[in-house]
């Protein structure tokens, strides 16, 4: 209690809190911190139980025993995985989780390749008309990129590369967000650590994969995390350009389920259950990373 | 002659084809579409084929669609209602848990947790949890606190706050965790000083904290704003727009004349340019309001 109320730093301090009115309200606060913290979690929590019960369980409850009516409960009746498994099988879902790993790997690396790869020359080789490249990529930032799906979509079909993975990949490699990070990164770097690997001669392509890239771990890792995340929760363009062909993602199937009347509520439950598995699993092994670099990642416009 | 060119231009050139394979990228996926939009635009279309310039027919065609000043309005709610309900939120998150003496990290990551819910999944997680009738969660929820039962996403009048509330609980810790930076870039000395001059929590609350967060919130707002005016698969997918367009925006409209109905890429990237201009005008507003101090 005592160690609660010591506080020597922000608005309200132990001094403070030594007057019961301010104790009452901090406590007050507390309560609503609280309530916050179970808004978010809860509606996760809900929706991997409701993933327990069966479709009749899930839509109108269980019977009581006192008075014969039907109520619906928090906790399901039984934590057996059948349904799940079920579900799982039926909706062939290890097929999309295998499709949107390809579809993740492949963003990630076009991601951290093509947009360091700019970073970099804009950043430390600095060619003559660079500044206009910089300029234009930050130009695309402010625009709107929802507004241009209609011509990038036709941009595609004209290539011929519907029902492939590679626009989605190559989609990734042209982030003026990344491009910013990196070069903010790259920006700090010592020109010493790279005069030195010139003077033995390596060539200014060798020297980004060399010393570059190797040495700029903690921002290749907040690109990546960002990368898969965004990779396996994308669905719009996956849509347009995979809808009805056999390299379907997770998130593609799930967006087609939002017309279809035959598939049944509880497979839906499921479904989005197994979606949003692999982003929390991803959380929670790099909770610090994510939440301490929201900062950069945030102010993206 | 030769070797002083390659002396003169030899690293630029080596800059710009290390690039190279980027730019192209950006042409293809970024800059061009967004330039072939204006052009589509100006055309009669049929399919991906352009039958005709037709000027600014697609334009005065929009502004005629029965389906256009529904969802105008409806994107101006949107806003609106984000701003009501999405914008104090973070701030006064980021200000509790800066506050905390226990239990601060669990609060960052519980906060953050729901950012981490691919948006499509949240919106089809919302959707039952909003599910009307009385076997859905929220509908439980608010009887036990004697509130009568509601139709929600069924209601016009609800439609558009509900599924701006699903936004909220989507992007309100991400966004509470940039303010948290900026509170903790506070001076502390100021709050010291502040409790020589004797002011009490109220007034360092007010003169110090606030102010401090002035600059980012401005920022934050009009990033706000913009986001929300983008608004597409919360309502496509929570309502289809319905019930009776209450809930349909801009860009869903640009979805259907592009996707769903007749497949009429040049009405729907007419569309896509109204937005884009109205957007850039907002962002010019703020950049006018907003002197180059942050970022």
Not at chain 1, 135 to 163: D, E, Y
Not at chain 1, 226 to 252: C, G, K, Q, R
Not at chain 2, 20 to 33: G, K, N, Q, R, S
């Amino acid at each position: 209690m005592i160690r609660f109320f010591r506080k020597d730093d922000g608005v309200i301090r132990t001094y403070d809190l030594r007057r019961p009115g301010m104790r009452a309200i901090y406590i007050a606060v507390y309560a609503v911190m609280l309530i916050v913290v179970a808004a978010c979690v809860l509606p996760i929590i809900w929706v991997t139980l409701s993933g327990f019960k069966d479709q009749k369980e899930f839509l109108r409850g269980v019977k009581s025993a006192a008075d014969n009516k039907y109520y619906v409960q928090f906790l399901p009746l039984s934590f057996a995985l059948d349904g799940y498994a079920e579900s799982w099988n039926v909706m062939k879902f290890y097929k999309y989780y295998l499709n949107s790993f390809w579809s993740v790997l492949g963003s990630t690396v076009c991601a951290l390749l093509f947009n360091g790869l700019m970073a970099y020359v804009i950043s430390r080789l600095r060619p003559r008309g660079h500044k206009i490249v910089f300029a234009l990529v930050m130009g695309s930032l402010m625009l709107p990129a929802t507004t241009s799906m209609v011509p990038l979509f036709l941009n595609i079909s004209r290539v011929g590369l519907q029902g492939s993975f590679v626009p989605l990949w190559l989609a990734f490699g042209a982030n003026a967000f990344y491009v910013i990070l990196f070069k903010n990164f790259y920006d700090t770097m010592p020109e010493s650590l790279l005069e030195a690997a010139r003077l033995d001669g390596a060539s200014d392509l060798a020297l980004f994969f060399r010393i570059v890239l190797p040495l700029s771990m903690p921002i290749n890792m907040v690109v990546i995390i960002y990368a898969i995340n965004a990779a396996w929760s994308d669905f719009l363009l996956p849509y347009l350009v995979l809808n009805n062909s056999p390299l379907e993602t997770v998130m593609v199937r799930l967006f087609s389920y939002r017309t279809s009347d035959r598939i049944k509520d509880i497979d839906i439950i499921r479904a989005i259950v197994f979606s949003i598995t692999p982003p929390i699993l991803l959380f929670i092994i790099f909770q610090r990373q994510i939440t301490q670099n929201v900062v950069s990642a945030g102010i993206k416009g | 002659m030769r070797r002083t060119l390659r002396a003169r231009y030899g690293r630029d050139i080596t800059g710009w084809l290390i690039m190279l394979p980027t730019l192209i990228l950006f042409a293809f996926f970024v800059w061009e579409p967004l330039l072939e939009s204006i052009r589509l635009s100006l055309y009669e279309a049929q399919g991906v084929r352009l039958v005709r310039f037709t000027g600014l027919q697609n334009y005065l065609n929009i502004f005629r669609h029965p389906d256009f000043w529904p969802a105008a309005v409806n994107t101006v709610k949107y806003c609106l209602w984000s701003l009501a309900i999405g914008f104090l939120v973070p701030i006064f998150l980021a200000i509790v848990i800066n506050e905390a003496t226990r239990g601060k990290g669990l609060m960052r990551v519980a906060v953050y947790l729901p950012n981490m819910v691919p948006g499509l999944a949240t919106v089809f997680l919302w959707r039952f949890l909003f599910k009307s009738g009385d076997t859905g969660f929220l509908n439980i929820l608010v009887n036990t606190f004697g509130i009568p039962m509601q139709s929600w996403l069924a209601s016009a009048k609800l439609v558009i706050p509900v599924i701006v509330v699903t936004m909220t609980w989507k992007s309100a810790g991400a966004t509470a965790l940039i303010y948290l930076a900026g509170l903790q870039g506070i001076n502390p000395e100021l709050y010291e000083a502040a409790i020589i001059d004797g002011a009490g929590v109220w007034g360092r609350l007010r003169s110090i904290t606030i102010p401090n967060l002035y600059n980012l919130a401005r920022t934050l707002l009009i990033l706000q704003v913009i986001a929300v005016f983008q608004i597409l698969y919360e309502p496509m997918v929570m309502t289809n727009g319905g019930p009776n367009n209450a809930s349909i925006s801009l860009m869903q409209l640009v979805y259907r004349f592009a996707f769903e109905t007749n497949y009429d890429y040049a009405k729907a990237s007419a569309l896509s340019v109204m937005i884009s201009i109205a957007l850039i005008a907002l962002t010019l507003i703020y950049n006018r309001v907003n002197r180059p101090k942050d970022l």
